[in-house]
Structure formats: structure tokens, C-alpha cells
């Protein structure tokens, strides 16, 4: 049912909001989830898209509901050409025609990472200033947030919910349960475009000067941050906020 007005997820129980929607909806299709969540919260929601190996999926089953549903990509300025390149021709293939940049405050930049080298130095304080700061800077007023993250991809995800409250916001992930197969699958049976870098070995794609290539057998993240020991950039953090980098607590407000 389509709610009269917005939910103050401010002030407002969102940790019992959150319990009815797993017992209710927590087994739904996605496509299902998805369309209950932007029916029953008109202009609340911000879909989080990386654009990457298959961003395509989420974002399909968005245009099919809503393709003016805000669509936030957070640009680091350090991003492959090919996923700039990609992100155009994904939005206009999809009709999708409010993608949001999402990009760093350039007096933080300047102060923090003058010389754009702070992902060799500390790449957990580089994730920070770059993609955790602008995010929670433009999720704001966004009380719900859908991402595209999946059990399989990692260790770290492998409880994800479909729904969880983070903090005041309700956050969804619609594919939390689907498998590297079905994606493939749903890709094929939509004739949906591939990022480039994906056949050229790349199967999890960020920031060019933190992701390399990844051989045959190693975990399909194994390219991110390789060597580091860092396994998340720090956007997606668990339900009670924790799972979150700290590196560089505030100093970006």
C-alpha cells in the first residue's frame, strides 16, 4: 500500500519498519521489492549504482519501474574511463535520466589529497574522502537507499538483508540472494550491455589505481585493493552502522 505521505525516518521506529518488511516481503522477487519500496516512499528514494561488471541488472529493473528514480554514482575522479563511458551508454540504453555524480568536495581534496596520492599512502582515509563523505552527503535526503550488493561477492556481505536499518535509513538490497549465474542469466535473457573491462578480466571494478586484473580461480574481488588487506571501500555498512572506515573521522564533514 502506497503511503499518503513520507515516512520521518528521523524520528520514526525504523527498526520495526525494517522487521515488517522481512516478514512481509523479505522472500519477494526483486523486481517486487523494488517496485513496493519507490511505490510506498515517492521521492525518498536513491538507488547507489557503481556501474560496474553488473550494475546492469538492478538498474534495468529500475527502468522498467521508474526511470526518473534518482541514480547516484559516486565519481571518485579516479574511476576507468570505461565505466565513465559505460554509465553514459547504460543511462541511455535504459532511459534512466536523473544520474547523479557524486563526487568529493574539492576544498577536501585539496586540503586532504593534494597530490592524488593518498590511495598509496592510506587507501582506507582515500575511500573516506572520496566515496564515504560525498555519499552520506548526498543520501541526506534520501531516507532510502537501494544498492546492488549480493552474499556471494565477499565474505563481509555474506549475511547481507534484503532490508536493513542503518542509522535512520532504511537500506535495500533487492539481489542480496542471487547468484553470479542468475545475474549472467538475467543479462542474457534483457540483451543487456557488459562493462568492457569485464572481459578483459576485470569481474569487480572500481577505481582504476585500486583495481588490477583477476587470474583464473581467485575470488572475483581479489583484484580490489590487492595486497592491502582492505576488502570494502566503506559505502555499505551493516545494519547497527559499524562496518564503516574510521580512517578519517571527522575531518570531512
Same mark, same amino acid.
Given at each position: 500500500?502506497?503511503h499518503e ?7 520514526g521506529p ?5 522487521d515488517a518488511?522481512r516478514?512481509t516481503r523479505?522472500?519477494?522477487r526483486?523486481?517486487?521489492v ?25 538498474l ?9 528514480t534518482?541514480v547516484?554514482?559516486v565519481?571518485?575522479?579516479m574511476?576507468?574511463?570505461e565505466t565513465l563511458e ?5 543511462s541511455?540504453?535504459?532511459g534512466?535520466?536523473?544520474v547523479?555524480?557524486?563526487?568529493a ?8 589529497d593534494?597530490?592524488?596520492?593518498l ?9 573516506v ?5 560525498p ?5 541526506r535526503?534520501? *531516507?532510502?537507499?537501494v544498492?546492488?550488493? @549480493?552474499?556471494f561477492?565477499?565474505?563481509?556481505? $555474506? ?5 536493513? #536499518? !542503518?542509522?535512520?535509513r ?5 539481489l542480496?540472494?542471487?547468484s553470479?549465474a542468475?545475474l549472467?542469466a538475467y ?5 543487456? *550491455?557488459?562493462h568492457?573491462l569485464?572481459? @578483459?578480466?576485470?569481474p569487480s571494478?572500481?577505481? $582504476? ?5 583477476? #587470474? !583464473?580461480g ?11 588487506g582492505?576488502?570494502e ?6 545494519a ?13 564533514s
Amino acid at each position: 500500500m502506497r503511503h499518503e505521505r513520507a515516512v520521518d525516518f528521523a524520528t520514526g521506529p525504523v527498526g520495526r519498519l525494517v522487521d515488517a518488511l522481512r516478514l512481509t516481503r523479505g522472500e519477494a522477487r526483486a523486481q517486487d521489492v523494488l517496485a513496493g519500496v519507490i511505490a510506498e516512499f515517492p521521492d525518498q528514494v536513491a538507488v547507489v549504482s557503481s556501474f560496474g561488471a553488473d550494475a546492469a541488472v538492478l538498474l534495468h529493473m529500475v527502468s522498467e519501474i521508474d526511470c526518473g528514480t534518482p541514480v547516484l554514482l559516486v565519481d571518485t575522479l579516479m574511476l576507468f574511463e570505461e565505466t565513465l563511458e559505460y554509465q553514459r551508454e547504460l543511462s541511455a540504453a535504459l532511459g534512466l535520466h536523473d544520474v547523479r555524480h557524486v563526487r568529493a568536495d574539492s576544498r577536501d581534496l585539496q586540503a586532504l589529497d593534494p597530490t592524488d596520492d593518498l590511495h598509496m599512502r592510506d587507501p582506507d582515509a582515500c575511500c573516506v574522502i572520496r566515496k564515504v563523505a560525498p555519499l552520506d552527503r548526498a543520501l541526506r535526503r534520501f *531516507p532510502v537507499c537501494v544498492s546492488g550488493r @549480493k552474499r556471494f561477492q565477499s565474505s563481509s556481505r $555474506a549475511a547481507l538483508e534484503t532490508f536493513e #536499518a !542503518d542509522k535512520g535509513r532504511l537500506r535495500v538490497s533487492p539481489l542480496a540472494g542471487w547468484s553470479a549465474a542468475h545475474l549472467a542469466a538475467y543479462m542474457d535473457a534483457h540483451d543487456l *550491455p557488459r562493462h568492457p573491462l569485464v572481459a @578483459k578480466g576485470y569481474p569487480s571494478i572500481g577505481c $582504476a589505481p585500486c583495481t588490477s586484473r583477476v #587470474a !583464473d580461480g581467485e575470488d572475483v574481488r581479489a583484484g580490489r585493493w590487492r595486497g592491502t588487506g582492505k576488502v570494502e571501500c566503506g559505502i555499505h555498512f551493516t545494519a547497527d552502522g559499524v562496518a564503516r572506515s574510521n580512517a578519517m573521522e571527522g575531518a570531512v564533514s
